[in-house]
């Protein structure tokens, strides 16, 4: 039997060691960036000030809340149906459907945005279907704008949004909603008076990370969105990698970091379930 004080050392030895993996890969990454930031290519916050006045950079910047925003909302309503129909499955077929979801995960990110390259395009797939069956007469353009990158993306997003939900969903007793039916209420009114309430952590964290990932993607969008539709992981990458400028990349990475981090305070304020409730 080990002794409290070696199982004390033994927790402080675990303790130290992750801590040690989080300073080295993100504390001193970050304050690497926020040095850089400030001090290329002279010490002062022009890099910040030329981020926050100048009017291209503001439309990058409304570009990914754009994105960001909309993928989300999108992921949200899809996602939802999906979670709760993966809830009441029976449980052979839940656990189809379940694989499927997660085989989508395993696969390559940049193989399956290249697929809905070739599925989105003026000659592709999705296009032929709707012209032969007469929705259309000219070929959509769904590729190089909001749209191609929305359906990209959202389709990446929906495990990180189904899982959650899936796991809050499980949890709701099918009885609170047949006393909702047997109190008059209608199917929508169970819904969203009933259901949605209860399910709002998992939507709520769902959400929060979706929104967080979209923030920063960058393979995605540069493919299906093309320039005119940029956002901020692409102007960082623009910024180092083709005209090394390590101080305007940083301040921008710094912003979108604080941004992040202010979304997840948030959601700890609000969101995070309370003791004693």
Request: hydrophobic fraction near 60%; charge should be positive.
């Amino acid at each position: 039997m080990f002794s409290a004080a070696t199982r004390r050392g033994s927790g402080l030895g675990f303790a130290m060691s992750a801590i040690l993996l989080l300073a080295a890969f993100f504390v001193i990454p970050v304050v690497f960036l926020l040095t850089r930031s400030v001090t290329e290519p002279q010490l002062g916050l022009q890099n910040y000030a030329a981020l926050v006045g100048s009017t291209t950079y503001a439309k990058v910047f409304f570009n990914t809340f754009l994105v960001a925003g909309v993928v989300t909302l999108v992921t949200v309503l899809i996602a939802f149906p999906v979670a709760w129909a993966l809830a009441i499955m029976p449980g052979r077929w839940a656990s189809v459907v379940f694989a499927i979801i997660l085989l989508s995960m395993w696969t390559n990110l940049l193989a399956r945005t290249y697929a809905w390259m070739v599925l989105l395009q003026q000659t592709g797939l999705i296009n032929r279907m709707l012209k032969a069956i007469g929705l259309i007469d000219q070929p959509l353009q769904l590729t190089n704008n909001l749209i191609g990158v929305t359906i990209g993306m959202v389709y990446i997003m929906l495990p990180f949004m189904i899982l959650p939900l899936m796991g809050v969903i499980k949890k709701i007793d099918p009885a609170i909603l047949q006393a909702a039916a047997l109190c008059g209420a209608t199917k929508w009114q169970a819904l969203t008076r009933v259901l949605v309430p209860l399910a709002a952590p998992g939507i709520a964290s769902g959400a929060l990370m979706v929104f967080v990932m979209s923030l920063g993607y960058y393979v995605t969008p540069s493919l299906l969105g093309g320039t005119a539709n940029m956002m901020l992981a692409e102007l960082i990458a623009q910024q180092v990698q083709s005209l090394v400028n390590w101080g305007m990349g940083g301040a921008a990475a710094f912003l979108l970091l604080l941004v992040t981090l202010g979304l997840y305070a948030v959601q700890l304020r609000f969101f995070e379930p309370k003791e004693g409730r």
